[in-house]
């Protein structure tokens, strides 16, 4: 439990980090006074200034942030008029972040995001450099032949590997319930191979009616697996294709969470939240160290697309009304846009808060999160 709980805080840092650190660094690179680069969320616990910063722990640790010289709520922002003018104080207005263009604050808001989706990105490769990923082999065999079905009558026993049907190779599973269904009724020829190499033709007829928990032939088919280890100049370029595979599997995903969340007021099932992934790390623990790092890589971009959503309150709301602006020539109201920011948090914490019961539910009936791994 306390390694668990030692291993979530770690995730949680580095996620944090490496996301407030895009806002960081683009924000120095753009002259913006960055005035506090926080972990976690107020009342603060401690912290350490250094030059023009604060680098601060605080007690609520569900979070992060970097208090940019400027910026308030709605994002616009100001700054106070000071009681005596001088030289310095007139140069650190243009290092406020709203006297900055638009674009520069819009990149300065995205940076975390792109930062989450560059440490997916680089974990992924790295996986595929130096564990490698499983990917389909062309080996099509049987694992269970079903009784009194048109494979038993035949002769096919498991372990059989399907190597041609009627002169097709067979390739891929989908090869071979493509061809019996077609030929369903009609007599087949399947070239398999058996142990120590022993080539047996053997025919077979599919059925046109069959059990629901059977396909035409009454077999069970699986495919091989293999480790496909790639070299370091072709890590970042597959990992990239699976990042992004990945992305969009996770944005299809929260269309359907939101509208569960929203509609039905209910958590869909895998959903989880700080309790649940806590939970979850615990599990992952179990399976070893590569298991951490695909488990990181999952969240980070998870974190990355929640934050990119155009949703007030999150940065792909704050993007949003930057865009706005860029498109009329002229910034949000800014109460308006403080008041879209206040609602959006009050609407996340109230979804946070719902999928924590949830969480915290499923804890208490002693339900696993994921399936208990043999």
């Known amino acids: 439990m306390l390694i668990t709980a030692i291993v979530f805080i770690l995730i949680l840092s580095v ?105 997916a990105l680089v974990i992924i490769s790295y996986l595929f450099s130096i564990v490698g990923v499983p990917r389909p082999g062309d080996k099509i065999f049987i694992s269970e032949v079903a009784d009194n079905s048109p494979a038993r009558a035949a002769g096919l026993k498991k372990g059989d590997v399907i190597k041609i049907i009627n002169g097709k190779k067979i390739t891929t599973s989908q090869d071979l319930v493509s061809i019996t269904k077609q030929n369903a009724g009609k007599k087949i020829t399947l070239t398999v191979e058996r142990a120590r190499g022993e080539i047996r033709k053997i025919e077979v007829t599919p059925r046109k009616d069959y059990p629901k928990d059977q396909g035409p032939m009454g077999v069970l088919i699986a495919q091989d697996v293999k480790v496909v280890k790639y070299p370091w100049y072709q890590a970042p370029v597959v990992g990239t294709v699976e990042t992004l595979k990945q992305t969009w599997m996770i944005l299809s995903g929260f269309g359907m969470i939101f509208s569960q969340l929203l509609i039905q007021g209910t958590a869909p099932q895998g959903v989880a939240g700080p309790v649940g992934i806590a939970q979850l790390t615990g599990q992952i623990l179990e399976i070893g160290p590569y298991a951490i790092l695909s488990f990181v890589a999952l969240l980070s971009l998870n974190l990355a697309i929640l934050n990119i959503m155009p949703f007030p309150a999150l940065d792909g709301g704050r993007l949003l009304f930057i865009f706005v602006e860029i498109a009329t020539g002229r910034k949000v109201n800014k109460k308006f846009e403080s008041y879209a920011h206040a609602i959006g948090m009050m609407i996340l914490l109230g979804l946070i808060a719902l999928v924590t019961f949830h969480d915290i539910f499923r804890l208490a009936t002693g339900q696993p999160l994921l399936p208990k791994i043999q």
């Not at 009342?43 to 942030?65: C, D, Q």
């Open 15 to 119: 996620l944090v980090l490496i996301h407030e650190f895009g806002h960081f660094f683009m924000a120095k690179k753009f002259n913006i006074k960055v005035e506090e680069f926080g972990f976690g969320l107020p009342p603060r616990a401690f912290g350490i200034k250094r030059g023009e910063t604060v680098y601060s722990i605080n007690w609520l640790p569900i979070g992060g942030f970097v208090k940019l010289y400027g910026e308030d709520e709605a994002g616009s922002g100001s700054v106070k008029k000071p009681s005596a003018t001088s030289h310095k104080q007139l140069a650190d207005v243009d290092r406020t972040y709203f006297a900055k263009p638009a674009w520069q604050r819009a990149i300065v808001v995205g940076a975390g995001v792109v930062m989450n989706f560059f440490l």
